[in-house]
């Protein structure tokens, strides 16, 4: 089949932006053919476009053989072109209809296709992401990216405007910024460099000149946990405060969360339709327990863990059973935080890191940043790295680093939270895993 060209074609309208009070005017849409329902004497298609569907309706004794032609060689998720007129009336869900008066055929689709585009027939996420920009076009996957979009410019908004500034850190490193774990090493130019865990030092650095900054960008890990939460490429929602402690970024982060639920809850009514999912909204100030107080709290469960262990899974779960909500964990041991959280002063054991939960997930981890160099030094020895391999982070304490805290979290596990979806490869576009490189 030969594909019709643009000319001068435009598209005047998104299908979501049809209303009954058009009858009469002539439109211009553009979409995929999504359903196509042939009764005989009359043939409807449902055209999709990125924000919704409209009814075409095809009376066969009214209309013209070329269009008859055109329309009876379309096949679903073809790329169309319908002009036609809107017509009011009570026989479909949102009171009108579209009578073409010209179809242009402008992309055709294989069939059979790898999987049902209308979501009505299920596909395991592998076939899915085999398929995945296919899978895209599915109502359910547009509304992620739509409430995604409103997300990141909340958050963007809520940050500038409290003197936050965007910046870019480089994604190609010579120096591990996490102790050396799940690196990806490069050649580069002949050298050995890293692909970039976080932005972490690099934003420390910048309180010096800056004092607020944030950045939003993909981060790597050699991730080996395969589980429905861990990514090898992940998008970092990251912050830096100078003159501030771990209290003021943490109640910046609930206020920021706050503010980012809000505007998907008013925006995104029709997405969270779509996705059939209640937004949970967090109460602030959020409610705050000490890593002792949660390990008292899973003792009383049946579950013991040592102090200065890290929180199994299976404990979060049932942590999530007792706050069903956002809640923080402050106060770790030091040493399970990574070398540049700092130790409180009156007792060394207990640093000032942060989790910030919702249910059994963690969403951010944060907190007070060390700004001694001596104290420093200390703490990369004892997590027996070389201070030597640090030597450019720590050339930015020659001069006059400001006391500083910050943190991080994954915009995919905000979009898990958000959504409803279980498995964080929902949430993004083209996943990265151990086993996932293509598409």
């Not at 990251?238 to 706050?258: C, N, P, R």
């Not at 579950?303 to 942590?319: F, H, K, Y």
């Not at 054991?349 to 249910?359: I, L, R, T």
């Not at 027996?384 to 001069?399: G, M, V």
């Amino acid at each position: 089949m030969g594909l019709d060209s643009l000319n001068g074609w435009r598209k005047t309208h998104y299908t979501t932006e049809i209303e009954p009070k058009f009858d009469g005017k002539e439109i211009c849409l553009f979409g995929w053919v999504q359903e196509i329902r042939d009764l005989g004497a009359i043939k409807f298609i449902i055209l999709q476009d990125r924000k919704g569907t409209a009814q075409i309706t095809i009376p066969r004794k009214k209309t013209s053989k070329k269009i008859l032609e055109k329309a009876d060689s379309l096949q679903t998720q073809y790329c169309i072109g319908v002009k036609g007129i809107v017509k009011k009336t009570e026989m479909t869900p949102r009171g009108f209809e579209v009578i073409p008066t010209s179809i242009k055929v402008l992309g055709v689709a294989q069939h059979p296709l790898p999987l049902d585009v209308t979501g009505k027939t299920p596909a395991t996420i592998d076939t899915r992401l085999k398929a995945r920009v296919l899978d895209l076009c599915q109502m359910e996957n547009r509304a992620l990216w739509s409430i995604q979009h409103v997300v990141l410019a909340a958050i963007r908004k809520f940050l500038s405007e409290r003197g936050f500034l965007e910046v870019y850190t480089p994604r190609i490193i010579a120096t591990a910024t996490e102790g050396g774990a799940a690196l990806f090493a490069i050649n580069y130019f002949d050298r050995e460099a890293y692909l970039a865990q976080s932005p972490q030092l690099y934003k420390e650095e910048l309180t010096l000149c800056f004092e607020k900054v944030f950045e939003i960008g993909p981060f790597f890990r050699a991730e080996e946990s395969h589980t429905r939460r861990h990514l090898s490429e992940f998008i970092s929602i990251d912050i830096e405060q100078a003159f501030a402690t771990s209290d003021d970024v943490m109640t910046l982060l609930e206020q920021l969360t706050l503010s980012f639920c809000e505007a998907v809850n008013q925006t995104c009514k029709r997405e969270l339709k779509t996705l059939n999912h209640t937004l949970d909204i967090p109460a602030i100030p959020t409610k705050r327990f000490t890593y002792t107080a949660i390990l008292d709290e899973l003792n009383e469960e049946g579950i013991e863990i040592p102090w200065g262990e890290d929180i199994p899974t299976p404990a979060c779960r049932i942590l999530g059973k007792l706050h069903p909500h956002f809640y923080f964990i402050s106060e770790w041991p030091t040493k399970s935080k990574p070398f540049y959280i700092k130790p409180k002063e009156s007792t060394p054991e207990v640093s000032e890191g942060f989790d910030f939960m919702w249910k059994w997930m963690e969403l951010a981890s944060g907190g007070t940043r060390v700004h001694s160099k001596d104290l420093l030094i200390k703490r990369l020895k004892e997590q027996n790295l070389n201070p030597q391999s640090f030597k450019n982070h720590l050339q930015a304490f020659n001069y006059g680093l400001p006391p500083h805290a910050g943190w991080a979290a994954g915009l995919e596990r905000v979009m898990m939270m958000l959504t409803g979806k279980r498995n964080i490869r929902e949430v993004v576009l083209f996943p990265r895993d151990r086993s996932r490189l293509t598409p």
